[in-house]
């Protein structure tokens, strides 16, 4: 799957994340929010284990953060993935 | 037949991740993923993919798992039934109006389970919520996998035409085919949610007025109306010790190898057998020690 266009999927909630993707050459990710202090490295192995379930390896992921449980960081990363590949 | 327990059956918004990931905490005896009228046309997707990815990560307890799809003729129903997997137990099927409905989607459900080897049959549940559902009923019932009828009274209101009233007089028809109908065909009765959540004397009314009617369950949007459903539909001392009287007899006349079942000069047919245990085990739900009851 190729990143093509900007997307976001997720929201700002309690709970929940906002994730955007935008197109790149390479890939990088950016986590900002609460959890990111204390749980960025697993959330970027969640993430990254999204991306290659995906088949993507390239893009620019950004995940505002509000406290998403794992499934839901998955999730939203997935759903904004799609959205920006379709 | 398909004889779980469902007195409550909640529904959990299928985009709202703070919602599902405490669905298992609330103990009702099924929860419903809700991928159609909670979530909005422009979110169907993510929505869709995070029930998935609930699916695999959320404990949902002893709770039945279900997810209300959307109605097949959207373009939404396919893609939602792509998610189901080994943790589904069953599909909450909206507007059913012919049986011819259900067995397109039990064919589905045929090739979901061989194609991702799940080891369970995947039952239905037929929502009756248009005029039409309601007069084809009882072929709905019959249908393969069917395991209840339940009903969805806000869109049935605005099917024929009605005004939905406190009292709700407007239902009794529709409530009382459905109950019928699902009964004739040996299956459960589920009745519809309870709007107002702020209102626990009016939830508690409700219930017990269907509960009456034969009604084996009734459906919740705020986790707060669990247990006024689940203390509606348990049964009394009173209940309790008939039925366990019920099942005494059963047993010494098995032991006597009797082929008339009586008590107290009475003889006991199926229906109160079936009656019996179900009181206990509805008993049993309610966490009554049926071996312990209170002196009389």
Sequence with gaps: ?86 | MEDRLRRSRLFLPGNNPKILQDGGVFEADSVILDLEDAVSINSKDEARILVKWALREVDFGDSEVLIRVNHPETPFFEADMEIVSQEVDGIVLPKVESAAQVEEVAAVLDKVEAEKGIEKRIIIIATMESALGIMNAYDIARAPRVAALAFGAEDFTKDIGAERTPEGKELWYARSAIVTAAKAAGIQALDTVYPNVHDDEGLRAETEAVRRMGFDGKSAIHPNQIGVIHDVFTPSLEEIRKSLAVMEAIKEAEEKNSGVIALNGRMIDRPVVERAKRVIRLAEAAGIDTSALPEE
């Design chain 1, 1 to 86: 799957m190729k990143i093509i266009r900007d997307a976001t999927a997720g929201s700002g909630e309690k709970s929940d994340c906002s994730v955007t993707v935008r197109p790149s050459d390479g890939l990088e990710i950016e986590i900002t929010g609460s959890s990111a202090a204390f749980f960025r490295e697993s959330m970027v192995a969640e993430i990254k284990s999204v991306l290659r379930e995906l088949a993507v390896d390239a893009g620019t992921i950004e995940v505002a953060d509000r406290g998403a449980l794992p499934f839901c960081l998955k999730a939203r990363v997935e759903a904004a993935v799609r959205r920006g590949s379709e």
